[in-house]
């Protein structure tokens, strides 16, 4: 391997993770990881949340899980 050589890579998903119930997700939302409550939230504002990705599709408020994109920024526990 060089530098600058072309690669492929395949992006699997989207996965299936714990979601903060309360809230409502738009499509292509930015998704972050709570570490403090181990589940995933629209809600960056906390100095403890890592972006993971995008939500791959809209989710309700009663909605226990959702599903993520990932983008390799942070990895959250998977139910998928």
């Keep these: 391997e060089t530098s600058g050589q072309i690669v492929t890579m395949i992006r699997l998903g989207p996965w299936t993770i714990t979601k903060t119930t309360p809230e409502t997700w738009l499509l292509g939302e930015t998704v972050y990881w709570d570490t403090i409550n181990d589940e ?15 939500a791959y599709a809209a989710a309700s408020s009663g909605d ?3 599903a ?3 983008t390799g920024e942070s990895v959250p526990t998977v139910v998928n």
């Design 40 to 54: 995933a939230t629209t809600d960056g504002a906390s100095g403890t949340r890592k972006r993971i990705g995008f």
């Design 64 to 66: 226990t899980t959702a």
């Design 68 to 70: 993520v994109l990932l």
